[in-house]
């Protein structure tokens, strides 16, 4: 006879409850114990159709005994088996035997009355079968900037040794040094993907854990191997993942979450409040701690300015901030910049700072030289002397690429009237610098008057008026004191000069305005013209009244300690300061033209000592350069830079106009030749963004060019060469475009080919995103917290294998699909066994003439 039933008294026994979900699920626990309507006994066993652990999902069948009219334990230990066993000892206590027959035959007869009593107990064999799903592990790593840092682990060789033994370098280190050397080059991303691939994961498939491994940065995404962690996200919004995390594990056997990361959350929801919602479910939060964990000690260096192209003999001025973190001691470091070429490193100038945590800016410059090869680039190295047991190396040095460019500078200068600023600066053009190309044209002159050119280059008998002449043959253009509307007797060409020099400035070209005392800027206020000047003016002219032509001033420089390069007429800052603003420096100024202040965006170089006649209590701009867009313009309020002469010759006089020559022309010549453009869109990029590039390219008659691809070579901060393609732009003849994910920080180059040849280079800078550098140090403090409030473990990375106790195995999820009864007193087996017994006492009793 078979009777199907749940173990549940609950379920009603019929055939139909075999596969209710609800029915309880048979105790898995070795030996007898209570069952919930008897007494259950395991001669448990759990398989899958196969004969092996049952997979995620799949049913598992589980065999057990139980005796469903058992009554309680403290009745049958305290009352059944004393009394039966009295009752079989009575039976046998007069009886004259041996003590071993007597044993025997007591014995028996008490196993007869236990067998009788078992029967009575009702004994079922269960047969249930069960679904299993593995206990679940939710493994949350962290993606964001800070996890491409790299740690020296300085004065901490055991960790060192630790971490080296985790990414295989324990065996290939033969000194403690050696070991964090091998580990300083590893990033946290790259010691944290090493431990998930070689501890955690396979401990979890061991244990038959299901691991479920997620990345984090702003938010949580699913990772699909260790491997393909990489260290870019913009910010670290550890609440927000966590909140995610615990999110997914609604209705799903999660036994635990381990955080694995630096743990410096910098955004999102508050990590402490997304705990809560762990504790609420009882889910532990173990944390592991990625990076040096003690107290920071460091010094940064941080890039402020390089210029990415300048020309032949220029000096290259690169400016750093050293910031100073948990260092107390107020020394002086030495920060050095090098030039690099090749394998070796030649310093160029160095100074010594008190760094700050605030950041102590320092300007350090390369004097110029001839390079004597198209396209070269001068390479530079930055650094800082490193402190005793500094935590990070990797933020101690930045470098910079500054290509050269050899083009010849051309310039073209307009003036109304040969003032003395006329003569000197056009004497100049025609002397100082080879490589600047000029031709001058004064507007007063008689048309039989030669005007002045750079030998070899025709000499002007008008105006050029149409933008492809300015655009074809200029780089520069100065405009003196002179209405650009009334550069030609034709009132048409005076328009279209003007909308041709607009366009000239706005494609890349560079326009310098040295103001007169007549026309300039006079002419231009209130116009469209004054929107290329890096200055407001005031259109009623009522300023220019105001000044006081009597006294000599000297110019004061708005940032002496970092003058920008055109001011800089001598290396040493405080020697240039000087010459600028002492009395025995240059000849000061009597005249000057006011303004209303300089636009946003633009730079002041130059303020009057005093006079203020904007009314916007800043000093009037003397000299101010700015953009309009991609072009440069400089404006010049003096008409006095020929009396720089009086005292030191030509050497500062050419030694500005020179600068500033250069500095404007470098609009159109910083990223090719003039057929070959190449650009980065941005300046600078984060690791999580996607760099683009665009190419603009003529070909030999100067047409956009049509062809299938143009060829880019990437240099990265390491060295390491890449070749990419770039594609048209269907909508932009010429114009030819690719984008790619961001490398590693530092200063990168690209470099268009044309035949395996440089022809225009671009160069940007990936950086950390501002969250993430602004304190890139481990918070183990805010880690512990998080273990602590959820009763989980915190560990660094280097003692992270005492983690792998806190999962054990056995704790997937079963739940009863269906379950069988089988009585056991209506079987054959029960009968003969309860015969033999009987039968076996009255053989003894046979045998010791009982009978």
Known sequence: MTLRRSPSPATTETAESRDLPGS???????????????????GTTSTSASGAAPAEGQPDTATSWKLLEAPEPWVVVLVVLPLSFAIAWRAYAREHLSRGARGLLVGLRWLSLLALLTILARP???????????AQILVLADDSASMSRRDAYTGAEQQAEALAALVGSGSDVASPGAARAAVAETTRAELAAAWLDRELLPHLERRDYDAQLLRFATTAEALAQAEDLSGRGPATHLGDALGAALAQSRGRPVKGIVVLGDGRSNGGLDPMAATERAVQAGIPVHTVVVGDTRPERNLVLELVEAPSSVLEEDEISVTVRVRARGVESSASIEVLLEELDGDTAQPVDQQRVEPSEEGTRVTLTAPGRRTGSRGLERRFRVSVELLPEERMLDDNEVAAVVRVNPERIRVLYLDGYPRWEYRQLKDMLLRADERIEAQMYLLSATPDFPQEATRGLDRLTRVPTRADQLLDRYDVVILGDVNPWAISADPAEGEQ???????????????????????????????????????????????????DTTVEQHPTLEDPASPHQIVRLHPDPDLNRQLWQDEGGLRGFYWYFPVRGAKPGAQVLLRHPTASLSGDGERDPLLVAGYYPEGRTLFLAIDSTHRWQFRYEHRYHERFWRNAIRWLALGRLKGGDRRHQLEAL????????????????????????????RTVELRGPDGEEERLELTPDPSRPGVFRTSFEA???????????????????????????????????PDPAGMLALAQRTGGRAVTLSEASALLEAFPGGEERREALRSDLLDAWDRWGTLALVLALLTLEWIARKRFELI
């Open 124 to 134: 079922v064999q269960v047969r249930s079968q069960e679904r299993v799903t593995p």
């Open 24 to 42: 309880a699920p048979p105790s898995l626990e070795l030996g007898w114990g209570p069952a919930a309507d008897g007494w259950q006994g395991d």
């Open 743 to 777: 490398g590693r920080a530092g200063a990168w180059s690209a470099v268009l080919l044309d035949a395996d040849e440089a022809v225009a280079r671009a160069d940007y800078e990936v950086v950390l995103p501002s969250h993430e550098n602004a304190d890139p140090t």
């Open 682 to 709: 941005e300046p600078e990029y984060g690791l999580d963004e996607r760099v683009s590039l665009e190419a603009r390219v003529l070909d030999e008659d100067f047409e956009p060019l049509e062809a299938e691809s």
């Open 497 to 547: 000069f003007v909308r041709s020099l607009t366009e000239f400035v706005e494609k890349g070209g560079g326009l310098c305005v040295v103001a007169g005392e007549f026309d300039m800027p006079k002419a231009v206020a209130g116009t469209d013209f004054a929107k290329l000047l890096p200055v407001t003016l005031d259109p009623t002219g009522a300023l220019a009244f105001e000044v």
